[in-house]
């Protein structure tokens, strides 16, 4: 089975609007993080946001929000107030595993965000 | 944030010859770090986990002797592929675990990528 789930391959969303992608997990370790990643053209990945599978509350940094679901096991990513330099790929990811276990990341196939002025 | 640093960024080479992808850590040391391949509109897959001063592990149907990883230092891992053919043509990513005071224990960095294509 698919550890990670993304199953929008491609948005569009007008500048200074807010979109949310879809993620959904699969485990069956209590002890899991969950990451998003942005990769634009140029190819480097550039880490958003992460949530631990402890965590009480939603991780949020700056227009970056992760509404997590931990019974329904998803992870969407939401993006306040989108920007043209928004447009990219985003990969959502997951860790398994102890805090101090750092190894196996799955990553999702991406969802390609378009942002139109 | 902590920095990634690949070399070189793109490298086209000939069927039957080795290509070596330098992965460093500019201003942090990293015990661990991780090589990934991605195929054009695919996503990544992790191929091996590089740790300081042993050997690497391989994920299942990643073969060693043609993927070499030598992790020398604490900011320097390498990906030599030994005998490339035009399926290797890939982009190589590296990342590195960010340890020590002050950081999350989360944080992991990614390197741009290499750019491979075998002829």
């Known amino acids: 089975a698919q550890k990670i789930t993304q199953t929008q391959p491609g948005m569009f969303v007008q500048e200074k609007e807010a979109v949310t992608l879809d993620c959904t997990y699969d485990?069956?370790?209590?002890?899991?993080?969950l990451f998003w990643y942005k990769q634009p053209s140029s190819g480097e990945m550039i880490f958003l946001i992460y949530?631990?599978?402890?965590?009480?509350q939603n991780a949020t940094e700056g227009r970056y929000s992760l509404n997590f679901q931990k019974a329904r096991k998803s992870a969407n990513l939401v993006i306040s107030a989108s920007q043209l330099g928004d447009s990219a790929m985003y990969f959502c990811?997951?860790?398994?595993?102890?805090?101090?276990?750092?190894?196996?990341?799955?990553f999702g196939s991406g969802t390609k965000l378009n942002v139109k002025p | 944030g902590a920095v990634v640093s690949q070399h070189p960024s793109r490298v086209i080479c000939k069927s039957g010859t080795s290509v070596k992808i330098e992965c460093r850590s500019l201003?942090?040391?990293?015990?661990?770090m991780f090589w990934y391949r991605q195929f054009p509109k695919q996503s990544l897959m992790l191929m091996a986990t590089?740790?300081?001063?042993?050997?690497?592990?391989?994920e299942q149907g990643v073969e060693k002797d043609k993927f070499l990883i030598n992790h020398a230092s604490l900011t320097l891992s390498t990906l030599t592929v030994t005998s490339a053919h035009p399926e290797d043509s890939s982009f190589y990513i590296c990342?590195?675990?960010?340890?020590?005071?002050?950081?999350?224990?989360?944080?992991?960095?990614f390197g741009p990528g290499t750019r491979l294509t075998v002829t």
């Open positions: 990342s590195a675990r960010v340890t020590g005071a002050g950081t999350r224990f989360y944080e992991q960095y």
């Open positions: 485990t069956s370790d209590p002890s899991y993080g």
């Open positions: 949530q631990g599978s402890y965590d009480q």
């Open positions: 990811a997951m860790r398994e595993g102890s805090r101090d276990n750092f190894n196996k990341f799955y």
């Open positions: 201003d942090f040391q990293a015990t661990t």
């Open positions: 590089s740790n300081e001063g042993s050997k690497a592990t391989y």
